[in-house]
C-alpha cells in the first residue's frame, strides 16, 4: 500500500524522538530473536564478497552499502556493543558501537531499503550465515517501537484490522465470488459450475491474495475452472481468505502468527482436509514453514500451494490440457520465498512442460534465481520504489535474453514488480501465474 501521510522527512523526526528507553527495547527484543546460533552467525563472517557478488541490490548499484555484509555489520557492532564482553569493554577491537538515533536510520536506510529478504546471499556465504533471518530480526526489533515504513506497516494493519490486506468488506468480497461465479459458468458453459463459499466438509480450503479480487479477477476464475475440471471438493472462506502475511516481512512475529492462525482455524472450523494456498511466494513460506513456528502448534491437516495441486491433477489424469492453446514462448520467474527459501522447486516446471508448446528457463534459475525486487515488502513502501526498480534491472535482462512473450510467475508481489520492470525498461511481454496458463490449456469435457 503507499505511504500516504508519512513522508521521509516525518520517518527521521519520529527516530528522532526515540528515547533511552526505546533503544533499550529495540535491544531487548533483538536479543530475545535470537538462539545461540543466530547470535554466533553475527560474528561468523569472513569478509569474502561472495554474498555481495550475490546481491541484486549490489549488482546494480555498485554501492558497498548494498552488499549483505554492510547490512550484517550494522547489526552485529550494535550486538556486540550491548551483549558481547569484548565489545562492551574493548568496543574498537570488534568494531562494536552502541545503539543510537543516527544508526536506526541506517538500520532503515540498508536493511529495509536495501533487502528484499531474498536469501540468495547465504546460499553462496562460505560460512553459512542466515543473514535474511537476521535482518528480519533487526526489522523486527525496529518494529517493535514503531520504526517501520508506513506502507509495510500498514499493510500489516490493514490486514490484522480488516481480516485481508486490501481491506476489501465482506460484502464486496461476497458480490466478486458471485459475479466471477457467473464468469466461470460462462466459460464452462454449465450453469452449475460453483464458486463455493463456507462449504462445509470440503476436501480443500483455498485461499487467494486479495489483489486478485481487487485487480487481477482473472486469476480466481483460472482457479475455479481449473478445479471444475478436476471435479474438486473445495471452497473458500467468505471471512478468511487472505494467503499474503506481510508480518514476515516487518519482522513481527505476534502479528504474523495471527494473520496465519486465522487461516488454520477456518480451515478446521469449516473441517477441511487441507489447506491450498494460491500463487504467492511469501503467502506460501509464511503459512507453509514459518507461522508453526510463530504459533509453536501443529497444524494437523495439510498445508499446499496450488501448484502442488494442478501437478498432483495432472499425474493423476485429472485433467486434459493442450499445449497447443499457449503457442507462445513462455519463461519462467522463480520467486525467492517460494523456490530458494520455500523449497517448490520443480512442480511449476512440470506444469508448464505439460501445457505450453515452447518453455525456456532464463539463467540462472531454480534456487539461484535472481529476486526481481518485488519481495520483502519492497512494493509498499514507496520511499525507495526507485531503488527497487533499479535492483530489477537483472531480471529485466534475464526476462531479453529468453526471448519470450510470456512471463509466468506463480507469485503477485512479482507479478506486480514485473509489470512495473516491463514498462520501464521496455520488455514487451505479458505476466501470468501459472494457474492462468493452465486454465487456458485445459480441455473441458461435456
Not at 511469501?282 to 510463530?294: D, L, Q, V
Not at 506444469?351 to 519481495?375: A, Q, S, W
Request: charged fraction near 25%; charge should be negative; include cysteine.
Amino acid at each position: 500500500m503507499p505511504e500516504k501521510s508519512l513522508n521521509k522527512d516525518e520517518l527521521l523526526e519520529k527516530i528522532d524522538s526515540l528515547s533511552s528507553q526505546d533503544h533499550e527495547k529495540i535491544l531487548l527484543t533483538f536479543k530475545h530473536s535470537l538462539t545461540s546460533e543466530y547470535a554466533a552467525f553475527l560474528n561468523t563472517c569472513a569478509h569474502c564478497g561472495l554474498c555481495a557478488d550475490s546481491c541484486h541490490y549490489y549488482l546494480t548499484d555498485k554501492d558497498p552499502k548494498s552488499s549483505p555484509a554492510y547490512k550484517l555489520k550494522q547489526i552485529s557492532k550494535v550486538f556486540n556493543s550491548s551483549f558481547d564482553l569484548v565489545g562492551k569493554r574493548f568496543p574498537a577491537l570488534v568494531g562494536a558501537e552502541k545503539l543510537s538515533n543516527k544508526l536506526i536510520k541506517e538500520w532503515v536506510d540498508t536493511l529495509f531499503g536495501r533487502c528484499s529478504l531474498c536469501g540468495r546471499c547465504t546460499i553462496n556465504c562460505t560460512m553459512g550465515i542466515n543473514i535474511p533471518y537476521l535482518i528480519r530480526a533487526a526489522r523486527g526489533a525496529l518494529a517493535s517501537v514503531g520504526i517501520v515504513p508506513l506502507g509495510l506497516q500498514s499493510t500489516v494493519n490493514t490486514a490484522v484490522n480488516k481480516g485481508n490486506n486490501m481491506g476489501i468488506l465482506k460484502e464486496d468480497w461476497l458480490e466478486t465470488v458471485e459475479w466471477l461465479e457467473e464468469e466461470l459458468q460462462q466459460d464452462v458453459q454449465n450453469p452449475e459450475a460453483k464458486l463455493p463459499l463456507d462449504k462445509l466438509g470440503a476436501r480443500i480450503l483455498y485461499t487467494i491474495n486479495p489483489r486478485e479480487a481487487m485487480f487481477f479477477p482473472l486469476s480466481i476464475t483460472a482457479a475455479g475452472k481449473v478445479f471444475y475440471a478436476a471435479k474438486e471438493s473445495w471452497t473458500f472462506s467468505s471471512e478468511n481468505y487472505d494467503v499474503t502475511n506481510y508480518g514476515l516481512y516487518n519482522g513481527d512475529d505476534e502479528a504474523a502468527g495471527l494473520l496465519s492462525s486465522r487461516l488454520i482455524d477456518t480451515m478446521h472450523a469449516l473441517d477441511c482436509r487441507e489447506l491450498i494456498l494460491a500463487e504467492c511466494g511469501h503467502g506460501y513460506n509464511s503459512n507453509r514453514w514459518e507461522a508453526p513456528e510463530w504459533l509453536n502448534r501443529n497444524y494437523g491437516n495439510e498445508v499446499k500451494s496450488i501448484l502442488q495441486l494442478i501437478a498432483g491433477y495432472i499425474r493423476d489424469d485429472r485433467i486434459k490440457l493442450d499445449p497447443s492453446k499457449n503457442s507462445e514462448v513462455v519463461t519462467l520467474h522463480d520467486p525467492c520465498n517460494l523456490v530458494r527459501l520455500g523449497g517448490l522447486v520443480e512442480e511449476q516446471r512440470f506444469i508448464l512442460r505439460h501445457c505450453v508448446d515452447n518453455f525456456v528457463e532464463m539463467t540462472p534459475n531454480r534456487e539461484k534465481n535472481y529476486c526481481c525486487g518485488g519481495g520483502g515488502g519492497q512494493l509498499s513502501k514507496t520511499r525507495f520504489s526507485e531503488r527497487r526498480i533499479q535492483a530489477g534491472r537483472l531480471k529485466a535482462e534475464q526476462i531479453k535474453a529468453t526471448g519470450a512473450k510470456i512471463v509466468a510467475t506463480p507469485c503477485h508481489n512479482c507479478i506486480d514488480q514485473l509489470m512495473e520492470l516491463n514498462k520501464h525498461y521496455k520488455l514487451d511481454i505479458e505476466i501470468k501465474t501459472v494457474t492462468e496458463i493452465v486454465a487456458d490449456a485445459l480441455i473441458i469435457s461435456a
